[in-house]
């Protein structure tokens, strides 16, 4: 099942909204972190979150973690149209082992 | 900067040939990791290696082998596809299991 369940499935905002994504999780994680696919390509890493951290910020992005709800929430500020991709959360799950489980994805459409 | 590359964009096999798909890194990572991404099923990770010869089966091993017999290069080997094999396909590294994974451009397969 997947750690990480990102919600909404999809979102389409105009340019210069923000646009707010979450991401649930089920186990205590170590850190938490954010990805962005454009179509068709690879994955790109935005930021990591780790578990004694509330907020982090990076350019446009804010993420913050709510580790007694097991949850975390992107938000990108003054979006673009280049902003339009889907986004992932990523975590590692305490009895995992060596490696990340992702959400589902939010699809993020941002209208000129 | 990191960087992941897969040895094909866009790969067509028919049903029971032998599939190889090769990913190489540049930053002297020692954790590799392969992927495939499915619509509405997020990434699903299929194996992931922490070092040379070293090996661990994650969600979805079946049908599937890998080799890793140097460092910077991580091999995914379908034996025999199958159909429900069509798939994207990605490959990433990164210098700890939990840490930041670098992605590569990813390798959609259809298998007819």
């Known amino acids: 099942s997947q750690q990480g369940e990102e919600d909404p499935q999809a979102l389409s905002i105009q340019e210069g909204e923000n646009a707010t994504m979450n991401c649930s999780y089920k186990?205590?994680?170590?850190?938490l972190q954010w990805y962005r696919q454009n179509s068709g390509r690879g994955l790109v890493h935005l930021i990591l979150?780790?578990?004694?951290?509330r907020e982090k910020h990076s350019g446009r992005l804010r993420v913050t973690l709510d580790t007694s709800k097991k949850s975390s929430s992107l938000l990108i500020t003054a979006s673009r149209a280049a902003d339009t991709a889907s986004y992932f959360c990523a975590t590692d799950a305490n009895n995992a082992g060596n490696m990340l489980t992702f959400g589902g994805g939010t699809r993020l459409m941002v209208k000129p | 900067d990191v960087k992941v590359t897969q040895s094909s964009r866009y790969l067509v096999k028919r049903t029971g040939e032998k599939v190889f798909l090769e990913c190489v890194q540049d930053?002297?990572?020692?954790?590799m990791f392969w992927y495939r991404q499915d619509p509405g099923l997020g990434l699903r990770l299929i194996y992931f290696s922490y070092d040379v010869k070293m090996k661990e089966k994650g969600d979805i091993p079946e049908g599937y082998s890998v080799s890793r017999e140097k460092k910077e290069r991580f091999s995914l080997i379908l034996e025999s596809a199958s159909t429900n094999q069509t798939s994207m396909y990605l490959c990433?590294?990164?210098?700890?299991?939990?840490?930041?994974?670098?992605f590569g451009p990813g390798t959609r397969l259809t298998v007819l």
């Open positions: 990433a590294s990164s210098f700890g299991g939990i840490d930041e994974q670098f």
């Open positions: 186990t205590s994680i170590n850190n």
């Open positions: 979150i780790r578990s004694n951290e």
């Open positions: 930053m002297d990572h020692e954790n």
